[in-house]
């Protein structure tokens, strides 16, 4: 028994030898394995967000029949929302539409066909999907109705006419030119208007009236107008004289 106790025996030694020598001698202690110092900079960072991209959003406006129809080239994919408003030449607001490609009836705002020969404006804002910058505002686009529509290039009326008096009775001949023209007479002596183009008018006494022409544009509504004196001679007899 006292055999098997042996090896018992001489672990307790010196394990017990450990612990004396450790307890005398300061120098003598157990190495741990040192470990390496922890770097802040070394720490992985989570994935940075992707940059929008920045896109230019241009557009064109043309007109075409009475319309004025708006045009996207580009990036219409990546709009989420359309403003587009239509402007007349002193910039009063027309019409507004939340379509991307809208089309203007000219003749809803501006029923008269005088009225569309100006300079519109088209104007657009946007706001664009996640992930989409824009680099500037869409620039507003000009629209020179004048310089297409056909209307509009017909010259303005000039009035103008000759005088044929005899005794009291004066014939006018009309030389006034432009487009499709309506014509108006007032005559001067208080007497109702006539709309003829070459009218004849007789006066009740002698004198110098003024007669005025007024000549309209029928398509395009403009008007001018011309005021002539007309002498009518003294052997003119008035139906009172003559009565």
Same mark, same amino acid.
């Given at each position: 028994?006292?055999?098997?106790?042996?090896?018992?025996?001489?672990?307790?030694?010196?394990?017990?030898?450990?612990?004396?020598?450790?307890?005398?001698?300061?120098?003598?202690?157990?190495?741990?394995?040192?470990? *390496? !110092?922890?770097?802040?900079?070394?720490? =992985? %960072? /989570?994935? $940075?967000?992707?940059?929008?991209?920045?896109? @230019?959003?241009?557009?064109?406006?043309?007109?075409?029949?009475?319309?004025?129809?708006?045009?996207?080239?580009?990036?219409?994919?990546?709009?989420?929302?359309?403003?587009?408003?239509?402007?007349?030449?002193?910039?009063?607001?027309?019409?507004?539409?939340?379509?991307? *490609? !809208?089309?203007?009836?000219?003749?809803? =705002? %501006? /029923?008269? $066909?005088?009225?569309?020969?100006?300079?519109? @404006?088209?104007?657009?804002?946007?706001?664009?999907?996640?992930?989409?910058?824009?680099?500037?505002?869409?620039?507003?686009?000009?629209?020179?109705?004048?310089?297409?529509?056909?209307?509009?290039?017909?010259?303005?009326?000039?009035?103008?006419?000759?005088?044929?008096? *005899?005794?009291?009775?004066?014939?006018?001949?009309?030389?006034?030119?432009?487009?499709?023209?309506?014509?108006?007479? @007032?005559?001067?002596?208080?007497?109702?208007?006539?709309?003829?183009?070459?009218?004849?008018?007789?006066?009740?006494?002698?004198?110098?009236?003024?007669?005025?022409?007024?000549?309209?544009?029928?398509?395009?509504?403009?008007?001018?107008?011309?005021?002539?004196?007309?002498?009518?001679?003294?052997?003119?007899?008035?139906?009172?004289?003559?009565?």
């Amino acid at each position: 028994m006292i055999k098997s106790m042996k090896p018992l025996l001489l672990v307790f030694l010196l394990a017990l030898a450990l612990v004396v020598l450790t307890a005398c001698d300061p120098k003598f202690t157990l190495q741990e394995t040192p470990t *390496e !110092p922890t770097d802040p900079d070394s720490t =992985p %960072l /989570p994935d $940075p967000t992707p940059e929008a991209e920045v896109i @230019t959003i241009v557009f064109g406006a043309h007109y075409n029949d009475g319309a004025i129809s708006v045009q996207v080239p580009q990036h219409r994919d990546k709009v989420l929302t359309w403003s587009t408003e239509l402007y007349d030449s002193e910039q009063r607001r027309l019409a507004s539409s939340v379509q991307p *490609e !809208p089309i203007f009836s000219l003749a809803a =705002p %501006l /029923p008269t $066909p005088a009225d569309w020969c100006q300079t519109f @404006t088209v104007r657009m804002s946007v706001a664009l999907k996640p992930g989409y910058e824009l680099t500037q505002a869409p620039a507003p686009v000009p629209v020179h109705v004048s310089d297409a529509e056909p209307l509009c290039q017909i010259p303005d009326p000039v009035a103008a006419f000759d005088v044929f008096p *005899e005794a009291c009775v004066v014939e006018f001949l009309n030389t006034s030119s432009g487009g499709s023209l309506e014509f108006s007479w @007032t005559f001067g002596d208080g007497s109702l208007t006539s709309e003829d183009q070459h009218p004849t008018h007789a006066y009740s006494g002698p004198g110098s009236y003024d007669v005025t022409l007024t000549a309209t544009d029928a398509d395009t509504g403009v008007k001018d107008s011309v005021v002539v004196r007309v002498l009518v001679a003294s052997d003119c007899v008035s139906v009172s004289d003559g009565g």
